[in-house]
Protein backbone atom coordinates (compact mmCIF):
# COMPACT_ATOMS: atom_id res chain seq x y z
CA UNK A 1 0.00 0.00 0.00
CA UNK A 2 1.53 3.70 -0.77
CA UNK A 3 1.84 5.63 1.84
CA UNK A 4 1.94 9.69 1.16
CA UNK A 5 5.20 10.65 1.79
CA UNK A 6 6.47 7.74 -0.78
CA UNK A 7 4.32 9.73 -3.88
CA UNK A 8 6.17 13.10 -4.71
CA UNK A 9 4.07 13.83 -8.15
CA UNK A 10 -0.17 13.42 -8.74
CA UNK A 11 -1.90 13.93 -11.55
CA UNK A 12 -5.78 14.12 -10.83
CA UNK A 13 -8.22 13.78 -13.55
CA UNK A 14 -6.14 16.14 -15.86
CA UNK A 15 -7.86 16.44 -19.37
CA UNK A 16 -5.91 18.67 -22.03
CA UNK A 17 -7.47 19.53 -25.69
CA UNK A 18 -6.05 21.63 -28.47
CA UNK A 19 -8.93 22.67 -30.71
CA UNK A 20 -11.20 19.71 -31.17
CA UNK A 21 -8.20 17.17 -30.43
CA UNK A 22 -8.77 15.69 -27.10
CA UNK A 23 -5.04 14.88 -25.99
CA UNK A 24 -5.15 13.49 -22.36
CA UNK A 25 -8.29 12.27 -21.15
CA UNK A 26 -8.86 12.19 -17.21
CA UNK A 27 -5.45 11.31 -16.61
CA UNK A 28 -4.87 10.23 -12.86
CA UNK A 29 -1.16 8.68 -11.17
CA UNK A 30 0.88 8.73 -8.55
CA UNK A 31 4.64 8.99 -9.40
CA UNK A 32 6.77 7.30 -6.06
CA UNK A 33 9.97 9.34 -4.60
CA UNK A 34 13.22 8.36 -5.54
CA UNK A 35 12.08 5.52 -8.26
CA UNK A 36 12.50 5.37 -12.32
CA UNK A 37 8.66 6.10 -13.81
CA UNK A 38 8.65 5.83 -17.61
CA UNK A 39 6.08 6.92 -19.56
CA UNK A 40 5.45 5.01 -22.54
CA UNK A 41 3.51 5.00 -26.06
CA UNK A 42 3.30 5.39 -29.32
CA UNK A 43 4.09 8.72 -31.30
CA UNK A 44 1.76 11.43 -31.05
CA UNK A 45 0.01 10.40 -27.51
CA UNK A 46 0.02 13.00 -25.18
CA UNK A 47 3.81 12.08 -23.72
CA UNK A 48 5.47 15.91 -24.07
CA UNK A 49 1.99 17.21 -23.26
CA UNK A 50 2.05 15.42 -20.15
CA UNK A 51 5.33 16.58 -18.57
CA UNK A 52 4.65 20.18 -19.86
CA UNK A 53 1.46 20.44 -17.24
CA UNK A 54 4.28 19.02 -14.53
CA UNK A 55 6.68 22.22 -14.74
CA UNK A 56 3.68 24.29 -15.63
CA UNK A 57 3.97 24.85 -18.92
CA UNK A 58 0.52 24.08 -19.95
CA UNK A 59 -2.40 24.53 -17.64
CA UNK A 60 -5.11 21.82 -17.83
CA UNK A 61 -8.29 22.25 -19.31
CA UNK A 62 -9.58 20.24 -15.58
CA UNK A 63 -7.87 18.36 -13.23
CA UNK A 64 -5.10 19.16 -11.31
CA UNK A 65 -1.02 17.99 -10.75
CA UNK A 66 0.67 17.93 -7.44
CA UNK A 67 4.26 17.94 -6.54
CA UNK A 68 4.18 16.78 -2.75
CA UNK A 69 0.97 19.07 -1.95
CA UNK A 70 2.17 21.85 -3.93
CA UNK A 71 -0.57 22.45 -6.78
CA UNK A 72 1.26 23.23 -10.07
CA UNK A 73 -2.07 24.62 -11.98
CA UNK A 74 -2.66 27.11 -9.20
CA UNK A 75 0.67 28.54 -9.29
CA UNK A 76 1.86 31.51 -11.07
CA UNK A 77 4.95 33.75 -11.65
CA UNK A 78 7.48 33.82 -8.60
CA UNK A 79 6.02 30.69 -7.26
CA UNK A 80 6.29 29.04 -10.39
CA UNK A 81 9.54 29.91 -11.02
CA UNK A 82 10.48 28.28 -7.64
CA UNK A 83 8.79 25.17 -8.62
CA UNK A 84 10.45 25.07 -11.59
CA UNK A 85 14.28 25.07 -10.01
CA UNK A 86 13.20 21.80 -8.07
CA UNK A 87 13.41 20.08 -11.45
CA UNK A 88 16.42 19.15 -13.93
CA UNK A 89 15.19 18.15 -17.55
CA UNK A 90 17.05 16.08 -20.22
CA UNK A 91 15.53 17.24 -23.54
CA UNK A 92 15.73 15.15 -26.30
CA UNK A 93 18.48 16.65 -28.65
CA UNK A 94 20.24 17.56 -26.07
CA UNK A 95 18.80 21.66 -26.39
CA UNK A 96 22.52 22.73 -25.86
CA UNK A 97 23.90 26.41 -27.01
CA UNK A 98 25.55 25.72 -30.45
CA UNK A 99 27.32 29.43 -29.11
CA UNK A 100 28.57 28.38 -26.12
CA UNK A 101 31.44 25.80 -25.08
CA UNK A 102 30.43 22.64 -22.93
CA UNK A 103 31.39 24.14 -19.93
CA UNK A 104 29.59 27.68 -20.46
CA UNK A 105 26.63 24.97 -21.55
CA UNK A 106 26.59 23.12 -18.15
CA UNK A 107 27.00 26.21 -16.48
CA UNK A 108 24.32 28.24 -17.78
CA UNK A 109 21.39 27.18 -14.63
CA UNK A 110 23.72 28.10 -12.15
CA UNK A 111 24.38 31.55 -13.72
CA UNK A 112 20.78 32.18 -14.28
CA UNK A 113 19.90 31.02 -10.65
CA UNK A 114 22.81 30.81 -8.38
CA UNK A 115 25.74 33.46 -7.01
CA UNK A 116 28.50 30.87 -7.13
CA UNK A 117 31.70 32.41 -8.62
CA UNK A 118 33.34 31.37 -11.57
CA UNK A 119 35.65 28.92 -9.87
CA UNK A 120 33.07 27.17 -8.11
CA UNK A 121 30.93 27.03 -10.94
CA UNK A 122 33.95 25.15 -12.79
CA UNK A 123 34.32 23.14 -10.28
CA UNK A 124 30.78 22.10 -10.47
CA UNK A 125 30.84 21.90 -13.96
CA UNK A 126 34.02 19.19 -13.54
CA UNK A 127 32.50 16.77 -11.15
CA UNK A 128 29.08 16.43 -13.05
CA UNK A 129 31.25 15.65 -16.67
CA UNK A 130 33.38 13.04 -14.51
CA UNK A 131 29.89 11.71 -13.79
CA UNK A 132 28.27 11.39 -16.80
CA UNK A 133 31.81 9.80 -18.05
CA UNK A 134 33.38 12.75 -19.74
CA UNK A 135 35.97 14.74 -18.25
CA UNK A 136 37.70 17.32 -19.48
CA UNK A 137 35.79 18.42 -22.48
CA UNK A 138 34.76 21.65 -21.09
CA UNK A 139 36.26 23.69 -23.93
CA UNK A 140 34.75 21.78 -26.89
CA UNK A 141 31.71 23.36 -28.78
CA UNK A 142 28.83 20.58 -28.92
CA UNK A 143 29.19 20.79 -33.06
CA UNK A 144 32.56 18.82 -32.08
CA UNK A 145 30.43 15.98 -29.90
CA UNK A 146 28.67 13.03 -30.89
CA UNK A 147 24.93 12.41 -30.80
CA UNK A 148 25.83 10.12 -27.25
CA UNK A 149 28.01 12.92 -25.95
CA UNK A 150 25.52 15.76 -26.89
CA UNK A 151 23.44 13.75 -24.73
CA UNK A 152 25.72 13.35 -22.15
CA UNK A 153 26.23 16.89 -21.90
CA UNK A 154 22.76 17.22 -21.68
CA UNK A 155 22.03 14.95 -18.76
CA UNK A 156 25.00 16.90 -16.66
CA UNK A 157 23.39 20.41 -17.35
CA UNK A 158 20.23 18.66 -16.21
CA UNK A 159 21.44 17.76 -12.76
CA UNK A 160 24.07 20.51 -12.48
CA UNK A 161 21.43 22.33 -10.17
CA UNK A 162 21.49 18.84 -8.10
CA UNK A 163 17.33 18.77 -8.47
CA UNK A 164 14.70 16.63 -6.43
CA UNK A 165 13.16 15.61 -9.86
CA UNK A 166 14.77 14.79 -13.72
CA UNK A 167 12.26 14.86 -16.58
CA UNK A 168 14.24 12.69 -19.34
CA UNK A 169 12.12 13.52 -23.11
CA UNK A 170 13.22 11.03 -25.37
CA UNK A 171 16.87 10.14 -24.12
CA UNK A 172 17.55 7.60 -26.39
CA UNK A 173 15.81 9.19 -29.61
CA UNK A 174 18.37 9.09 -32.68
CA UNK A 175 20.80 7.02 -31.17
CA UNK A 176 22.14 3.73 -32.10
CA UNK A 177 21.67 0.30 -30.14
CA UNK A 178 24.72 0.28 -28.26
CA UNK A 179 24.88 4.27 -27.86
CA UNK A 180 20.97 3.57 -26.75
CA UNK A 181 22.57 0.94 -23.68
CA UNK A 182 25.34 3.17 -22.60
CA UNK A 183 22.69 5.92 -21.82
CA UNK A 184 20.30 4.04 -20.04
CA UNK A 185 23.21 2.39 -18.10
CA UNK A 186 24.23 6.26 -17.75
CA UNK A 187 20.45 6.63 -16.04
CA UNK A 188 20.53 3.84 -13.53
CA UNK A 189 24.17 4.91 -12.57
CA UNK A 190 23.00 8.04 -11.88
CA UNK A 191 19.84 7.48 -10.08
CA UNK A 192 21.09 5.13 -7.81
CA UNK A 193 24.33 7.67 -6.80
CA UNK A 194 21.68 10.22 -6.68
CA UNK A 195 19.00 8.49 -4.91
CA UNK A 196 16.72 11.44 -6.76
CA UNK A 197 13.10 10.99 -8.32
CA UNK A 198 13.63 10.20 -12.34
CA UNK A 199 10.52 10.50 -14.88
CA UNK A 200 11.30 9.56 -18.42
CA UNK A 201 9.29 9.67 -21.29
CA UNK A 202 9.98 7.03 -24.24
CA UNK A 203 8.40 4.99 -26.57
CA UNK A 204 11.98 2.40 -26.41
CA UNK A 205 10.80 -0.70 -25.20
CA UNK A 206 14.32 -2.09 -25.24
CA UNK A 207 15.05 0.70 -22.63
CA UNK A 208 12.15 0.66 -20.88
CA UNK A 209 12.68 -3.01 -19.70
CA UNK A 210 16.06 -2.25 -18.60
CA UNK A 211 15.61 1.59 -16.58
CA UNK A 212 11.83 1.33 -15.04
CA UNK A 213 10.68 0.57 -11.84
CA UNK A 214 7.04 2.08 -12.75
CA UNK A 215 5.65 1.92 -16.65
CA UNK A 216 2.83 3.90 -17.56
CA UNK A 217 1.32 3.72 -20.81
CA UNK A 218 -0.81 6.57 -22.77
CA UNK A 219 -3.09 5.33 -25.71
CA UNK A 220 -5.72 7.43 -27.30
CA UNK A 221 -5.82 10.12 -24.88
CA UNK A 222 -5.64 7.56 -21.58
CA UNK A 223 -3.12 6.49 -19.57
CA UNK A 224 -4.35 2.75 -20.22
CA UNK A 225 -1.80 1.10 -17.68
CA UNK A 226 -0.12 2.30 -14.63
CA UNK A 227 2.63 0.06 -12.03
CA UNK A 228 5.61 -1.95 -11.62
CA UNK A 229 7.23 -1.99 -14.45
CA UNK A 230 6.87 -6.48 -14.48
CA UNK A 231 3.22 -6.16 -13.94
CA UNK A 232 2.95 -3.71 -16.71
CA UNK A 233 4.87 -5.36 -19.49
CA UNK A 234 3.34 -9.03 -18.49
CA UNK A 235 -0.27 -7.59 -19.06
CA UNK A 236 -2.95 -9.67 -20.81
CA UNK A 237 -4.51 -6.22 -21.69
CA UNK A 238 -4.49 -6.09 -25.48
CA UNK A 239 -2.75 -2.89 -26.36
CA UNK A 240 -0.64 -2.99 -23.50
CA UNK A 241 0.39 -6.46 -24.40
CA UNK A 242 0.59 -5.57 -28.17
CA UNK A 243 3.10 -3.01 -27.82
CA UNK A 244 5.63 -4.80 -25.34
CA UNK A 245 5.76 -7.48 -27.90
CA UNK A 246 6.08 -5.05 -31.02
CA UNK A 247 2.77 -6.56 -32.76
Do not use: W
Amino acid sequence: MEKKEDIVIRFEGVSKSFGDKLVLNDVSCNIRRDKITVIVGPSGVGKSVFIKHLVGLMQPDEGHVYVDDVDVTKLRGKELYALRKRFGMMFQDGALFDSMLVGENIAFPLVQHTRLTKGERDKIVAEKLEAVGLPGIENLYPAELSGGMRKRVGFARAIVMEPEIVLFDEPNSGLDPLMADAIDSLILDMQRELGITFLVISHDIPSTRHIADYVGMLYNSELISFGPRDEIINSNEEIVSKFFSRS
